[in-house]
């Protein structure tokens, strides 16, 4: 069963770049890396997903090394909408039914300060 | 493009009670999942169904909960007879699809906050 780590929490200021790291040593080959955001009182949100090297969309990049047994999620200038908990998961499929199953870790709860 | 719905978004209930909880997930959306989520915790799956079929319900505590799929579209979760740990949020998620090597994306709903008394 595939499972991260990730820190449990990290502060930061707006405008500031964010880097959080998420080490999932057990990955498989077939597994991608997601990364889901959720704000309080909400459901979880997509925001990026990767397999190897970097990926990036309008919101966020992920790096992924050649190792994959970590990613990062790199938010750019960060404001206080940004202050969410952030959920790195890779697929995990034990199985082998043919059907990705994710597994929520604990989460990093970033908060960003003015 | 609607996102997944999800009723009631809140319940109270006492502790030997049953409840219901009921979503609509977007259209065309072949995976349903519902995850219960304790305060503080990130959510745990407790059944995932692959249009009405179940594909995963290996953490779904059975002597109690038990969830329906009719149609491949709407889905109910049931808890008979609820208890104190049962007090979280429940949340239904659906994507287009899930196989294995193919990374989908799930769209959750808001969920509904179940507080057991």
């Known amino acids: 069963l595939a499972k991260t780590t990730q820190p449990i929490s990290m502060d930061s200021y707006e405008g500031q770049e964010v880097n959080i790291t998420c080490s999932h040593n057990?990955?498989?080959?077939?597994?991608?890396i997601t990364w889901y955001q959720q704000f309080p009182s909400q459901g979880p949100r997509f925001i990026i997903q990767?397999?190897?090297t970097k990926v990036t969309n309008e919101v966020a990049s992920l790096f992924i090394p050649a190792d994959r047994k970590s990613s990062t999620l790199s938010l750019p200038r960060v404001s206080l909408s940004d202050t969410a908990v952030y959920y790195c998961?890779?697929?995990?499929?034990?199985?082998?039914?043919?059907?990705?199953?994710?597994?929520f870790g604990t989460g990093t709860r970033l908060l960003v300060s003015p | 493009e609607a996102g997944v719905a999800q009723s009631p978004r809140y319940k109270i209930i006492e502790k030997r009670q049953s409840v219901a909880f009921w979503c609509n997930p977007i259209s065309g959306h072949a995976t349903l999942y519902w995850y219960q989520q304790i305060l503080g915790q990130g959510p745990k799956l407790l059944i995932q169904?692959?249009?009405?079929?179940?594909?995963?319900d290996s953490q779904l505590p059975k002597d109690r909960f038990s969830a329906e799929r009719l149609k491949g579209v709407d889905s109910t979760l049931k808890i008979q007879p609820a208890k104190l740990e049962d007090s979280a949020v429940y949340l239904c998620a659906s994507s287009p699809a899930g196989l294995a090597g193919l990374g989908n994306e799930q769209f959750f709903g808001p969920g509904t906050r179940l507080t057991v008394l």
């Open positions: 169904f692959q249009n009405n079929g179940v594909v995963d």
């Open positions: 057990n990955i498989a080959t077939n597994d991608y």
């Open positions: 990767g397999y190897k």
């Open positions: 998961l890779v697929g995990d499929n034990p199985r082998n039914t043919g059907f990705q199953k994710l597994v």
